[in-house]
């Protein structure tokens, strides 16, 4: 997928009307099936008398903005298009899917690396267009939101509730090799019992089975710090810096 150069990105708001009696919930959502998760609690939060607004990249694939819909938008467009998103998704599905148990481990991990190199580069992009955007930022604090509902896939959700000055909270546990949980979170996750997420491992596990789970649970240390969270380090810095400014 060719690069897109940066730009300022415009924001069209897709208000349905909905009354709502509880705090309003700000929503980051990630592309493709995760959506299916997010809604389910996006509908119990509207049952229960909350008002949802999904910040919605406009490359995203997840949602028909010209549908009816019980949630508010507030769509980001971006230098990305669906057909650029569609094929990156699906060059990932099909390795995950296809490849990843097929190949090699070395060459596996590879893939892996241009993978998260390209979701990087377009998360980032992403994230560019509601950071910089101060327009959309100030409308944004101005809704009072009691709260950012982020799905953890994709970075960048809780820089969001930070620039807002609001909690987050995460849809689900899941990072590689469930780093953030066990290193943010303090998750207990003894490598003899809790598999490794992605290691195709259960919690009943023979010897060499934990043996491969602590090798798991290492490689995939390694693949998060250096090769995804090592630039996002920085980005979060820069950004962090910025505010403090």
């Known amino acids: 997928m060719a690069s897109c150069p940066l730009e300022q990105g415009s924001v069209t708001h897709v208000q349905p009307s909905l009354g709502a009696l509880l705090p309003p919930v700000l929503v980051w959502p990630a592309d493709n099936s995760h959506w299916l998760n997010m809604e389910y609690i996006l509908q119990e939060l509207l049952v229960r008398g909350h008002e949802v607004t999904v910040l919605l990249p406009s490359c995203f694939l997840i949602l028909n903005r010209t549908q009816p819909s019980p949630f508010q938008f ?21 390795f ?14 590879y893939k892996i690396a241009q993978l998260m190199y390209k979701l990087e580069n377009v998360t980032k992009i992403i994230s560019d267009e509601v950071l910089k955007n101060e327009v959309l930022l100030e409308r944004l604090r101005g809704s009072t939101f009691d709260v950012l ?25 899941f990072s590689i090799g469930n780093t953030v949980e066990r290193l943010c979170g303090t998750l207990p996750a003894p490598p003899s019992y809790v598999p490794a997420a992605l290691s195709h491992l259960t919690d009943r596990m023979s010897f060499l089975e934990r043996l491969k789970n602590i090798f798991n649970y290492t490689l995939q240390d390694i693949i998060y710090h250096y090769l995804f969270w090592g630039s996002w380090d920085q980005y979060y810095s820069d950004v962090l810096v910025l505010k403090e400014v």
């Open 96 to 109: 995950w899917f296809y490849q990843e148990r097929a190949l090699p481990v070395w060459e596996s991990l």
């Open 74 to 94: 507030e769509v980001v467009e971006v230098p990305i298009t669906k057909k650029e998103m569609a094929t990156l998704l699906e060059e990932a599905f099909y």
């Open 149 to 173: 509902l982020a799905d953890p896939l994709a970075p960048s959700g809780e820089l969001f509730a930070e620039k807002l000055g609001i909690p987050f909270v995460y849809t689900l546990r």
